[in-house]
Every structure is written in structure tokens, then in C-alpha cells.
Nanobody, 119 residues
Framework: QVQLAESGGGLVQAGESLRLSCAAS????????MSWYRQAPGKQRDLVAT???????NYVDSVKGRFTISRDNAKNTVYLQMNSLKPEDTAVYYC?????????????WGQGTQVTVSS
């Protein structure tokens, strides 16, 4: 059994910062790609940022220069530092990870954490 536990969401004003965390726990053999997605009301879930287990990162254009994804492999944890937040960043943010257990490799998702940015 594997779980992804997210934390760090909240309500902030435009221009402020938030840091999201997502810790994977359970019967984990290895963790490869870890990512953050977000879903605004009435819209599809979109990729925000991703990081490989080697530390290679990729971002959607709308967050480049403002958001930073990082990970602590020893803790199976991924972070998303969000600076200069804008109202259009308001969404539920989901953690994603590709994890290998003794039963094989599959996708895992967190429960989501709400980020609300007021103007």
C-alpha cells in the first residue's frame, strides 16, 4: 500500500508565496518521476512541473521563473515552491508519482490541496 500525502495549500494574496509538500509512504521499492498537476474549477487537470529521480526538471510556461520543483529522495518527498502567485494560479494542486513496489510499477496520486490566490 502506497500513499501520497500533500500539505501546504492555503489562501494567499497575489504576489505572495506558498510551498507545497508531498510525501510518499508505504511499501516502496523505488520512486521515479514526481510531478505536480493542478485543476481549476471547470477545467481539466494540467501538468505544472515535473522532476526525475536524477533531478531533471520541466515546467509549464505559465509558471517558469516563479515556481520551483525539488525533491528529497531520502524522504520520497517532492516540493513545489510557488512565488509571485497570481489569481490564475488558483486551483486544486495534485501530487503525482511513478512508484515501484514489490507488486510492480504504477501511477499514484495525492488527494489534492487547495491553493487560492486573491487579487
Amino acid at each position: 500500500q502506497v500513499q501520497l500525502a500533500e500539505s501546504g495549500g492555503g489562501l494567499v494574496q497575489a504576489g505572495e508565496s506558498l510551498r507545497l509538500s508531498c510525501a510518499a509512504s508505504g511499501s516502496i521499492v523505488s520512486v521515479s518521476t514526481m510531478s505536480w498537476y493542478r485543476q481549476a474549477p471547470g477545467k481539466q487537470r494540467d501538468l505544472v512541473a515535473t522532476i526525475t529521480n536524477g533531478g531533471v526538471t520541466n515546467y509549464v510556461d505559465s509558471v517558469k521563473g516563479r515556481f520551483t520543483i525539488s525533491r528529497d529522495n531520502a524522504k520520497n518527498t517532492v516540493y513545489l515552491q510557488m512565488n509571485s502567485l497570481k489569481p490564475e494560479d488558483t486551483a486544486v494542486y495534485y501530487c503525482y508519482s511513478l512508484i515501484r513496489t514489490w507488486n510492480g510499477r504504477r501511477d499514484y496520486w495525492g488527494q489534492g490541496t487547495q491553493v487560492t490566490v486573491s487579487s
